[in-house]
T-cell receptor, first 114, second 117 residues
Framework: KQEVTQIPAALSVPEGENLVLNCSFTDSAIYNLQWFRQDPGKGLTSLLLIQSSQREQTSGRLNASLDKSSGRSTLYIAASQPGDSATYLCAVRHSGAGSYQLTFGKGTKLSVIP | EAGVAQSPRYKIIEKRQSVAFWCNPISGHATLYWYQQILGQGPKLLIQFQNNGVVDDSQLPKDRFSAERLKGVDSTLKIQPAKLEDSAVYLC???????????????FGPGTRLTVT
């Protein structure tokens, strides 16, 4: 059974700092990995999608890496801003019971202090 | 491009009552998903549709939950009767996923927050 773990569960940093969020998964047989952002009371916003054949993806101040063999991904946020405050979730796409499902971690709650 | 639409946004019911949620996916997206997100947890897949057929409902509590996707577009998720532990946010998502060779991003709606008292 695929399990996804995110460390730390919560993180508080001063504005302007660079930071790294970690995601690990137990079964390396994945199709892709997706990072999401969730604001309080809102749905999920997709940030980055990394296919299993890729090593990293970049979008603006965000960079996500994937090491499939070791079951790890990191999300790097450069020059953090108060608007980055949210919960960040990672999810892996893998084969499941009759489908290719997405399994999520519990998320890292990020607070960026002005 | 319009996003995934869901209604209602909030619902409060008493246990043993029934409730229904509606989802309209992004136009052209073949695959539709319903997730349950309990406070402090990541979303858990309940059911996945490919067009109007069910691909995976292995985690759907079928004794009380049901879902349908008529004509391969809109979908409804129903709970009957509701239990206290059903209190959660119900998220709908959609993706292109036309075949099993390439897996596209999933796009999520704003969710419906259900409180069962």
């Amino acid at each position: 059974k695929q399990e996804v773990t995110q460390i730390p569960a919560a993180l508080s940093v001063p504005e302007g700092e660079n930071l790294v969020l970690n995601c690990s998964f137990t079964d390396s047989a994945i199709y892709n990995l997706q990072w999401f952002r969730q604001d309080p009371g809102k749905g999920l916003t997709s940030l980055l999608l990394i296919q299993s054949s890729q090593r990293e993806q970049t979008s603006g101040r965000l960079n996500a890496s994937l090491d499939k063999s070791s079951g790890r991904s990191t999300l790097y946020i450069a020059a953090s801003q108060p608007g980055d405050s949210a919960t960040y979730l990672c999810a892996v796409r893998h084969s499941g019971a009759g489908s290719y499902q997405l399994t999520f971690g519990k998320g890292t709650k990020l607070s960026v202090i002005p | 491009e319009a996003g995934v639409a869901q209604s209602p946004r909030y619902k409060i019911i008493e246990k043993r009552q029934s409730v229904a949620f509606w989802c309209n996916p992004i136009s052209g997206h073949a695959t539709l998903y319903w997730y349950q997100q309990i406070l402090g947890q990541g979303p858990k897949l309940l059911i996945q549709f490919q067009n109007n057929g069910v691909v995976d409902d292995s985690q759907l509590p079928k004794d009380r939950f049901s879902a349908e996707r008529l004509k391969g577009v809109d979908s409804t998720l129903k709970i009957q009767p509701a239990k206290l532990e059903d209190s959660a946010v119900y998220l709908c998502a959609s993706s292109l996923d036309l075949d099993r060779q390439v897996y596209y991003e999933q796009y999520f709606g704003p969710g419906t927050r259900l409180t069962v008292t």
